[in-house]
């Protein structure tokens, strides 16, 4: 059919006015753009060592190929590896003490989130030869002797040690059994909480190797089904202490390479405790030992004589609530031997604190009303040590240096937002990264001094999309509740449209557990996704309730036993605030989050049925009592002491308070927050008689990973919110 001119000149008219209005306005996310095309996907410079002259660092390329650069120029000065084998991936690698050889962990198993089994290699830089570790099957967490003769490794549960000259291989214990005994390892807990897998550790002159043993015959089996697209599923059965469970009886023992044989050292009568992190001191027969009680509120560091096994207590702390989790550079030990750090909030604030190998208090480091955020390093030449701390502001992070004495403190990044620094060895470089919720991450190279040299990653394309989509920025903004003494940090996303005339449905966005900060002058998680929720007409908002971090001990130790209460509180009261303003539609308000955010986005709509029509709960733990024994425990107490904290703010226990809307999602090989737990709060739910909506993944784990998982994801959850909100 033929159009007419008069018709077609309209037509053409429009097209080209709506064509200039598109570009005016800029283009429209699609979620494929998000998770297919990856075209807000966020760059960065990650893997980077830094090698023993400090003047050059290499990075692992294309999973098959190693090459070292300048720090000064960032001239390419080497390929030390390449391989054209396409079914050669490297994981992960790790040169020896002098830089003669590498060690290649290659086609990768992963188990859970860090651990995993691999075909491991030994690459001669000088002779080019490549050989395999053992072939006797795949091993776990290689790691090279001091010297370079050996490599230590796991397999089976049991450590193995190849001696790179006579391509012998001894085993060192003989014990280990799936779900019973692990040597040189870690069980789910440890490795899921204190985040290290590894847990054997070469002496400095590599003639000793001191290694944990987890006895994990008593703790409760988990069974999970895993379908594997196979006629009849798997039942995967694997050891996970819950809250108030029997964890793992932890030993410490030193392997002695010269007489071969085996001590155990001393680390007291009591079972039903931790031992989070062991560490060498600069002695070969000196081990230092850190102990912590099963309610996790008291500490003590023990210095073992590996010869015979004995130790002595050097230093303890006590604290009314929680010591927090021990990080693995906690109890950084000066090069001299003679001093340690530590970390703590005896003063209310994180602090670094300076001891002589005796346990005597020498002296705090930094001081103030405001906390360390991480450790980053300590140049033992010039005593200087390096950290990112909320100084300035809660959401913002700096990167500074001080004396271990105190003085000369100085701050080394320059631009207000999120700045995270990584050293060279020697320290004359460092890698500064920074970002801010309008800066996706912008990664230089500096001087020592601070003088940048070069920038090594811009983002370039992505601020050109951030520019060509009219990404709307975060408003940083502090509210006041009625029920906390303190300010609440919030941003807020408006659509790009807005009119302060009109009334917008909000959805709130959260995770809010202990110590977590999602309200950061940084490159937003979900930001992408949000800026398209904005995009369809809604206002995005985020509260960071008390109980999260960077803000002293009070602030974030209010929740202690009462995990969901005041965070519930903090969110539905933070949702009547925002509600009340002139262009929010208070009708229609939602909330949704993801773990710990999951748990909280269900318990406010539960006990905010006034307030909220909506939520989305994506893998929440429904009763703390599921969850494993040290991170609920660290929090919580144990259910015996704290029965009443641990029942009246679950989610189980107001089912019946459901009005809204609720969609529930769980990959059902969640080995974490594991699928139970969404079990038993849709059990819960129909006993209730409670419609609620869900979307489970078959073998997907917490994260919920790939392309078209999170394609298919995403559009589920845009379309319960187009639908309901």
């Not at 050996?150 to 291989?169: C, G, M, W, Y």
């Not at 850190?290 to 050097?314: F, P, T, V, Y």
């Not at 909320?390 to 207000?416: C, F, H, M, R, W």
Request: hydrophobic share 35%; glycine share 6%.
């Amino acid at each position: 059919m033929k159009v007419p001119l008069k018709i077609a000149g309209f037509i053409f008219t429009f097209l080209l006015s709506q064509n200039l209005l598109s570009q005016e306005i800029g283009k429209n996310i699609t979620l494929e753009d998000i998770f297919i095309n990856k075209k807000f996907t966020e760059r960065t410079v990650r893997g980077l060592r830094s090698m023993n002259d400090g003047e050059h660092f290499t990075t692992l390329e294309g999973s098959r190929k190693i090459v070292k650069y300048s720090y000064e120029t960032g001239d390419v000065k080497d390929i030390l590896f390449n391989t054209i084998d396409s079914e050669f991936k490297i994981n992960d690698y790790e040169f020896s003490a002098d830089e003669s050889k590498i060690l290649l962990a290659a086609n990768a198993e992963y188990i859970y989130r860090r651990s995993y089994t691999a075909e491991y290699y030994i690459y001669d830089i000088a002779t080019k030869k490549i050989e395999k570790l053992s072939q006797n099957g795949r091993q776990k967490y290689a790691a090279f002797s001091p010297n370079a003769l050996q490599v230590a490794f796991v397999r089976d549960n049991n450590i193995f040690i190849k001696d790179l000259t006579t391509h012998s291989e001894i085993q060192i214990t003989f014990d280990g059994k799936f779900n019973f005994i692990i040597n040189g390892g870690t069980d789910w807990v440890y490795e899921e909480e204190y985040s290290f897998t590894r847990a054997f550790f070469w002496s400095p002159n590599g003639d000793k190797i001191a290694y944990y043993k987890f006895d994990e015959s008593d703790v409760q089996i988990f069974n999970m089904t895993k379908y594997n697209n196979e006629l009849y599923p798997e039942n995967y059965a694997f050891k996970y202490p819950k809250a108030g469970e029997k964890n793992s009886i932890v030993s410490i023992h030193v392997y002695d390479l010269v007489t071969m044989q085996t001590n155990t050292m001393n680390i007291g009568p009591e079972k039903d405790q931790y031992i989070p992190r062991i560490k060498w001191t600069t002695q070969s027969n000196k081990l230092s030992i850190i102990r912590e009680n099963r309610l996790q509120n008291h500490i003590e560091i023990l210095i073992a004589n590996s010869d015979d096994g004995s130790s002595k207590l050097i230093y303890e702390e006590k604290n009314k609530f929680y010591i927090e989790r021990i990080k693995d550079w906690y109890m950084t030990m000066t090069e001299d031997g003679k001093y340690f750090i530590i970390n703590s909030e005896k003063d209310g604030w994180n602090h670094f604190y300076l001891y002589d190998m005796n346990g005597n208090f020498v002296n705090q480091i930094t001081k103030g009303e405001w906390d360390i955020t991480d450790f980053i390093g300590l140049d033992n030449k010039t005593q200087t040590l390096y950290y990112q701390s909320a100084e300035e502001s809660p959401i913002n992070k700096a990167v500074y240096s001080i004396k271990l004495d105190g003085g000369k403190k100085k701050k080394l990044s320059t631009q207000k937002g999120t700045n995270a620094a990584n050293f060279s060895k020697g320290f004359n470089y460092y890698i500064n990264y920074y970002s801010s919720a309008a800066n996706p991450k912008f990664v230089t190279l500096h001087k020592q001094n601070g003088k940048q040299i070069r920038v090594l990653e811009d983002n370039q394309d992505l601020k050109q999309a951030i520019k060509d989509y009219h990404f709307v920025p975060a408003e940083f903004i502090t509210i006041n509740t009625p029920s906390s003494t303190w300010d609440l940090n919030a941003y807020m996303i408006k659509p790009k449209d807005f009119n302060p005339e009109q009334k917008y449905p909000m959805l709130m966005f959260q995770y809010g557990g202990p110590g977590s900060q999602r309200v950061t002058d940084s490159w937003l998680r979900y930001f992408a996704w949000h800026q398209f929720l904005a995009q369809q007409g809604y206002i995005i908002v985020c509260v960071d309730n008390r109980g999260t971090g960077s803000r002293g001990e009070e602030f974030k130790k209010i929740t202690y036993g009462q995990l969901g209460k005041y965070e519930t509180i903090d969110q539905i009261e933070a949702a009547e605030y925002f509600s009340k303003l002139p262009f929010v539609d208070k009708n229609r308000t939602g909330i949704w989050g993801w773990s710990y955010g999951g748990f909280l986005s269900a318990s406010c709509l539960f006990h905010g049925a006034n307030v909220f029509e909506m939520a989305i709960s994506v893998a929440p733990v429904s009763s703390y009592r599921f969850y494993d024994s040290i991170y609920t425990e660290l929090y919580m107490g144990l259910p015996k002491d704290n029965a009443e904290g641990y029942d009246d703010n679950a989610l189980l226990s107001h089912v019946d308070k459901l009005q809204g809307k609720l969609l529930l999602v769980h990959g059902t090989g969640d080995d974490n927050v594991h699928f139970q737990n969404s079990v038993e709060l849709a059990r819960k739910l129909t006993e209730a008689n409670k419609q609620f909506e869900s979307q489970f993944y078959i073998d997907k784990e917490h994260s919920i990973r790939g392309n078209i998982t999170q394609l298919h994801l995403y559009t589920r959850m845009t379309n319960f919110i187009l639908e309901n909100l």
